[in-house]
């Protein structure tokens, strides 16, 4: 293949990737707001982030492997799972494998949920509200299309979402159905003495 | 006839047996060691919580995960309100409930042995703590009594953890299980107090003399609640692999006309009467055969009982007990339970049955704990059983329908 | 179960069902959560080619020698911000067709 049509793709791949990350975290946030309606149940919303999410992974996997092979850049498969390993921009590149390893880890642990159970599950899924930015500025640092206009827009735009539903779930968080009798339940099988 | 084995001794009206009384007619704890546990095994002995799970696999499951800093919970909750037999035995046996309790503690390598006792049972709860009192100062010294809140969840074996770790006796997911992960972190057996007595006995009498006690392949002797239209409900103790009729006649038999029985408690199922009374009360053999003893209850129903009135208190209360930690439990027993009252009460809106069956299957699974499949269970055994009385309440509408 | 009370129950539910407007909402959401994620990803797969497209033609690199695709590639701001410059109506006006962002506008074959 070309060495600039790999270069090209890998810049394509990671703006790519970076809108269906963005999409992502955007509804993983909304889906804790339990958004619903008669043509919108609950389960679009995480039917929606689920998919995409694998979507983003497997554009991730093609900007990263078009990294890799490309010949100009130098990259060895070790830069792409050892952060700071590169000698090519190694900083703003490392924090690129240390965004894709938590992302892995949060797929990964997804996918399984059922075996390690839902703690475990939604210890790691936190780390997403690390991942994204991490990977934001992985692409501010490493990205030749930083200041061209149309990425600044895309920036912007994937910004502006992902800080819109955080605040929206700040300040729309519905209340837990289950809270109230859950607390009566819990003041009832509290331990009254200690003997 | 059933040689009594938990219950030999001194009769009920003694009151609980005092430790000298019980070293005479038993003599010294025996060692607890792996070879215990290896004679657990032969026992075929299983556990009497309600899951019937062998009692030698368990123990050996923590032993081989313990460091010597094991945990053992002698589960004397008893949340089953239809149950009787654990207070019971606790209140009459009270050294037999620490003797298997200790030998467990010695067999897995245990540091801590603690007494997981219901609250509401202050006759079973001042048996130990007295019992606790008459034992020599190590021993003494080994054990913690807990008084176990009085809900229906509180004897589950995570909610009996959760308990010693935080206070608050909410069941939590697994994984991990207590075996694994339990007190502090550390391997945890939670066994059911009517198995430690009978490990207890176990360990002085071998796995021969379990296995005798039974009738054919079943092995050791049970504890049941006999309770509804008998003559003399009660706790029994009888031989396993007793047919149902047997028990009911040990209980002086049934008042009137059975209808049906409920094996097992909230937690177990309806039997109809002509099929209940051959049933042969084996845990094992049940377990195997997909059913389940569960703790013991043997409730009958007679032709004067309502059984949607009944079957309709019992998910109601079961709705009411659930931990509100998981959506589908709290809010789908209690759906649950709203429509299977109306259809009780003659009061039925044209969905309520057909939803019965369609929420069941929504239920199920999608709690963290077991305690929405067993209800769900029962439900769908009470509309096996008294299926022409839910459909027939389900159509009626009440006198002052049109 | 072949209590005619059981296949009246039964028959009652398979009629419901199909009519049951929660179920048809349900249905519903699922063929739009196909269809969703099908344009999305469709979407994605053209936005490669879109955005590899604009990137090479915003900043293409020097492609004689890979010498000056370095010196173009560097993280010295100005020597991008220049071939930015030279052809930055060009890039504005491709940017307003490239901010099919979300994949939704492509997925509007729905």
Redesign the interface.
Known sequence: MNNTALWYTTRGAGAVSLVLLSAVVVLGVLSTLRYESPTWPRFLTTGLHRNIALTAVVFLALHIVTAVVDPFTHLGWLAAVVPFSSYYRTFWLGLGTIAFELLLAITATSLVRGLIGHAAWRAIHWLSYASWPIAVLHGFGTGTDTLSTWMLAIDGICIAAVAGSVAARVMFRSPDPLAADRARFRERVSRKVVK | MTELSLFAGPPSSAGPESFRDHLKRLGPRPRGDRALIDTLDRSGLVGRGGASFPVGVKWRAVQSRSRGAAVVIANGAEGEPLSRKDRTLMALRPHLVIDGALLAADAVGASRTLLYIGEAHGAAASAIARALSERSPAELART????A?P?Y??GEET?AVN?VNS????PL????RPFERGVDGRPTLVQNVESLAHAALIARHGDAWFQSLGRHHAAGTILLTVSGAVAKPGVIEVASGCSVDEVLALAGGVSGKARAVLLGGYFGGWIRADQAGSMVLDPSGLRAAGGSLGCGVVSVLDETADPLDVSARILQHLANE????C?PC??GLRSLSAATTRIAARQADN?D??QL??WTAMVKGRG?CRHPDGAVAFLQSAL?VF??EF?AAAGARGRRAS | MNHPATRAIVGTMENDNANDPRIRARDAATRMLNRITAGVAFGAIASIGLFGAVSAFTIPGVVSSTQGATASVSTSGSTSSSALQSSSTTVSSSSSSGVAVSGVAVSGGS
């Open positions: 913690t009594l807990l008084g809140p809900s969840v509180a909610a308990f206070g608050v006796a909410a997911a697994i994984p991990p659930s931990a509100a930690q959506g709290f809010f969905g049955l057909p069956h369609r963290a096996n299926e022409p459909v």
